[in-house]
């Protein structure tokens, strides 16, 4: 019995079809079927997001600090694992490295290892401190002012002056009182010239008096 070639064509260009669909097939369902880790890593926060794993194997997720404490021990999952609440990184005024460790059950290959860099928040950064030489030149400028200035304590002295000063002429009102008594002819000089006069009398008397006695001796 001879089989036609185009019978012979017909089945062949049929299995090359079959194994093109089936092809595809695998294809398209591999990503399907592929491990998928994602995870992300901020300056506070860890977020995960573990999917298309087998869920007929135990699968393991563990997250931590390099040279740190765990931010999420091992935990078993099936086909997929999500972080419903973020988890919270300690506060660090350094960079932190973070750590994800997923283990794939139904193969090794499937596992997964990765490290990330935590930077530092804004908020954790350390301020920059002052420097000695600004606190004290604003302590000076500040002092003097509230004191009262040199003038103004100077002030109460000048009360003192001015009484001095109005005093001072008291005294001189009882010099002036010294040519009022000349006026009326008392004087220091007055006895002086009294005596004097006197004197004149009685040298005066005592001449005429030994005149007469000689007189009369001669008659």
């Given at each position: 019995?001879?089989i ?7 089945a ?28 992300a ?12 794993y ?33 988890l ?27 490290t ?10 350390t ?7 600004e606190?004290?030149s ?32 008291a005294?001189?009102?009882?010099s002036?009182s ?14 002086v010239i009294?005596g ?21 001796v001669?008659?």
């Open positions: 019995m001879t036609p070639r185009r019978s012979w064509r017909g062949g260009a049929f299995a090359a079809a079959a194994v093109v669909g089936l092809a595809g097939g695998v294809i398209s369902a591999a990503p399907a079927a592929a491990h998928t880790p994602t995870w890593v901020t300056c506070s926060e860890v977020t995960l997001n573990l999917t298309a087998s869920s007929k194997a135990t699968n393991e997720v563990t997250v931590s600090v390099v040279g740190g404490e765990d931010l999420l021990a091992t935990t078993e999952f099936g086909r997929e694992y999500h972080t419903k609440t973020p919270q990184l300690p506060k660090h005024d350094k960079e932190l490295q973070v750590r994800l460790v997923v283990k794939a059950g139904d193969d090794a290959k499937y596992s997964f290892e990765q990330k860099t935590a930077p530092v928040c804004e908020d954790d950064e301020p920059p401190q002052e420097t000695p030489s606190t004290p604003e302590t000076p400028s500040e002092t003097p002012s509230t004191e009262p200035s040199a003038s103004e304590t100077a002030e109460p002295s000048a009360e003192p002056s001015e009484t001095a000063t109005e005093a001072a002429p005294p001189a009102e009882s002036s010294a040519p009022d008594l000349a006026e009326t002819g008392s004087s220091s000089a007055t006895p009294g004097a006069a006197l004197a004149v009398l009685l040298a005066g008397g005592g001449i005429l008096w030994s005149v007469r006695k000689r007189r009369g001669q008659h």
